[in-house]
């Protein structure tokens, strides 16, 4: 499942950028698979925690599986906004060459793959690197931000592609962001320690 | 009050659904291994089964729930006769084993009790060793023709009841030495050595610790594949544990029967959720 909300943001991208709408469009009716292992998931998760009263390290990865299973069916939706704004973007002669939104890219799917790994090999150290990678995203989205307002300025019809670039950082950004929750569930799921909303825990 | 959750076609129907547990349950039914229909139980003038009608499935794990004093125990109890011995007791309706019924005349109650074993709440071995408490069975039905069959039928019967390994160095020493959870396995091999079909357990790990727990609800997981077998445990989580089908039962009545994980996620009936939820009970 994460292999496959990874793979649907990177063709999100790659199509925004090479106006790919072949791609585009396979991204827009693709989100099937991932909605039924969302349910899947879930259930199996239902029934462990009826059934067999998980405790401790055990109650904490259902949880911690329940949780990121919901973060990573909402990376899945937000590939599909991605490439809605894609396929708008494409009808419109671009505004300027691409450079930090595919970096923005990059970096989302790097931080889902580091916090999915580290998932699977329960490694806080990697989950915690993930947690630092999310300010670079933060600060790209803000230069995304105010560079594409100076092309609006100068010509209002950038205005309504820029306003779709600058939609597409902004879900850049929430992958980001549920990159990160799922590495606050692993170190939760390994070492019990809430490290949300900046509550550091002893390790930090 | 009318029991539609046992009527057949609702149950099998209940059964197509998806299961993660046993991908058997995703198949077609197994076999009615045990069938009782309209079955009532007198103590004296008491009525403590009312009208209970359940088809229980071969190879498959099923747990009887339900409060004390509901008749749980009673029920599993009529499905080999060993109410038979109380005075004053009395039934009403049919118990068929494979189609047999159980309580025609001329049925041979020793027969039946070796096709349909039992284990106890209490492990109870024979002041004797371990070995002659597998192989005492074995003897009184003259089921081994010479002494290396007896001694091979022990050694199957230990091994299926997980207890081989620990004590295949001290056979000849007394059962009594043994733990309680380790007694409790001697009296599974014990019921196995006859080999029955199917294996009634009265509460079978209500007095061990949680380890040993464990290993009895592992060994009922592994001995499905050849029996079917039948649990009346006081313990909720247990039954969610070990068991393909909860059978819940109130006041001497069967309330609701079916797949454990709908009893325990999903209930039809009230009261079956108000006992699972612990609100009574």
């Known amino acids: ?204 | 009050m009318t029991h539609q959750v046992s009527s057949p076609t609702r149950f099998t129907t209940g059964l197509s659904v998806r299961d993660g547990r046993d991908p058997a349950l995703n198949q077609a039914p197994k076999a009615v291994k045990i069938d009782v229909e309209h079955l009532s139980f007198f103590y004296g003038v008491k009525r403590a089964l009312e009208d209970i009608s359940l088809q229980i499935q071969a190879n498959l794990v099923t747990a009887f729930i339900g409060p004390s004093g509901c008749g749980k125990s009673t029920f599993l109890r009529t499905l080999n006769r060993m109410n038979d011995i109380i005075p004053g007791a009395r039934i009403e309706g049919h118990v068929r084993i494979d189609g047999l019924d159980a309580y025609a005349s001329g049925v041979d109650v020793v027969k039946l009790r070796r096709k349909v074993g039992m284990v106890f709440q209490k492990s109870n071995p024979f002041p004797k060793t371990i070995f002659e408490n597998v192989a005492y069975g074995l003897r009184i039905n003259g089921l081994a023709a010479s002494k290396s069959e007896l001694a091979g039928r022990v050694e199957e019967s230990l091994k299926q009841a997980a207890l081989w390994g620990e004590v295949k160095d001290r056979l000849h020493e007394s059962a009594l030495a043994m733990s309680g959870g380790q007694q409790q396995r001697l009296c599974i091999a014990r019921a196995l050595a006859i080999r029955p079909d199917i294996i009634l357990m009265d509460e079978p790990a209500s007095a061990l610790d949680p380890i040993a727990t464990q290993r009895i609800e592992e060994l009922v997981y592994d001995l499905k594949q050849a029996y079917t077998i039948v649990i009346v445990t006081h313990n909720m989580q247990q039954a969610a544990r070990i068991s393909d089908h909860t059978a819940f039962f109130w006041l001497g009545r069967l309330v609701e029967y079916d797949r454990t994980d709908k009893i325990f996620t999903n209930p039809s009936e009230k009261l079956t959720e108000d006992y699972v939820t612990g609100r009574f009970g």
């Open chain 1, 1 to 204: 499942m994460g292999g496959l909300a990874e793979e649907r943001v990177r063709a999100a991208v790659e199509g925004l950028v090479a106006r790919d709408v072949t791609l585009i469009d396979a991204v827009l009716a693709g989100d099937e698979p991932i909605n039924a292992l969302h349910i899947e998931v879930d259930e199996r998760c239902f029934r462990l925690l009826a059934l067999h009263q998980p405790m401790a390290t055990d109650l904490r990865a259902i949880v911690a599986a329940v949780k990121i299973n919901t973060d990573l069916e909402r990376v899945g939706d937000l590939a599909v906004n991605i490439a809605e704004a894609a396929r708008r973007y494409a009808g419109h002669p671009p505004v300027k060459k691409l450079v930090d939104i595919p970096m923005m890219g990059t970096i989302a799917q790097a931080m889902l793959r580091d916090a999915l790994d580290a998932f699977v090999r329960r490694d806080t150290t990697l989950a915690r690197q993930v947690l630092n990678e999310d300010d670079r995203l933060d600060e790209l989205k803000t230069r995304v931000f105010r560079e594409l307002l100076t092309y609006m300025m100068q010509a209002p019809t950038a205005v309504e592609p820029a306003l779709d670039l600058i939609l597409v950082s902004r879900h850049l950004e929430r992958i980001g962001d549920h990159a990160t929750n799922i590495a606050e569930d692993v170190i939760f799921m390994v070492s019990a320690l809430d490290v949300r909303h900046h509550s550091p825990g002893p390790e930090a």
